[in-house]
């Protein structure tokens, strides 16, 4: 069963510090990786999506990674700012089997930018 | 190009109830997702709908159930609701192989139970 943990489960951070937000996974055969920001009492918007065969995809301010053999990812957050506070999940989907297709999520790191 | 629209947006029940919630998939996807969020935890999957079946299911009862209509939106059926069933439900669309394009969700659906 593939399972997903946050670390840590909550940050926060001066404006303009930069950070890294960290994901792992017990089952590495996985189809793709999906970062998401999560906004109070709202849907999930995607952030980033790995191919199970990138090392990393780049958005702007953010850069993701993707060690499949160790089971990590981290999002890297540059210079953030107040607007980026929200919760940031992670999801994986296995590459094959019966729970290809579904997304497994993390518990989430609950991100707080002051100014 | 409208993303992934749920309705309604909140909804109070009373226990024993039975509700029905509604998504519209983004345009060109043709598979649909669905997921409970407890508060403070991570979204868990219930089903998914791809070509009007229930491809797959995540550990939640029957009292869960769903349908796919011929124009690819969905609708979620709770029965005989529960206090613990109290959640932001969210619908996600994507393509049946989700390749480069993940997956797009709605803004959810609050359901409170009482």
């Known amino acids: 069963k593939q399972e997903v943990t946050q670390i840590p489960a909550a940050l926060s951070v001066p404006e303009g510090e930069n950070l890294v937000l960290n994901c792992s996974f017990t089952?590495?055969?996985?189809?793709?990786l999906q970062w998401f920001r999560q906004d109070p009492g709202k849907g999930l918007t995607s952030l980033l999506l790995?191919?199970?065969?990138?090392r990393e995809q780049t958005s702007g301010r953010l850069n993701a990674s993707l060690d499949k053999s160790s089971g990590r990812s981290t999002l890297y957050i540059a210079a953030s700012q107040p607007g980026d506070s929200a919760t940031y999940l992670c999801?994986?989907?296995?590459?094959?089997?019966?729970?290809?297709?579904?997304?497994?999520f993390g518990q989430g790191t609950i991100l707080t930018v002051h100014p | 190009d409208a993303g992934v629209t749920q309705s309604p947006t909140h909804l109070i029940k009373t226990r024993g109830q039975q509700v029905t919630l509604r998504c519209s998939p983004k345009?060109?996807?043709?598979?649909v997702s669905w997921y409970q969020q407890a508060l403070g935890q991570g979204p868990q999957f219930i089903f998914q709908?791809?070509?009007?079946?229930?491809?797959q299911r995540g550990n939640f009862p029957d009292r869960f159930s769903g349908h796919q209509f011929p124009n690819y939106s969905s609708e979620l059926n709770v029965n005989a609701l529960l206090l613990g069933d109290s959640a932001l439900y969210l619908c996600?669309?994507?393509?049946?192989?989700?390749?480069?394009?993940?997956?797009?969700f709605g803004s959810g659906t609050r359901l409170t139970v009482v």
């Open positions: 709908y791809y070509e009007e079946e229930e491809r």
């Open positions: 345009s060109g996807h043709d598979t």
């Open positions: 089952d590495s055969a996985i189809y793709n």
């Open positions: 996600a669309s994507s393509l049946l192989l989700p390749g480069d394009y993940g997956y797009t």
């Open positions: 790995i191919q199970s065969s990138q």
């Open positions: 999801a994986v989907v296995l590459a094959g089997g019966t729970s290809y297709g579904k997304l497994t």
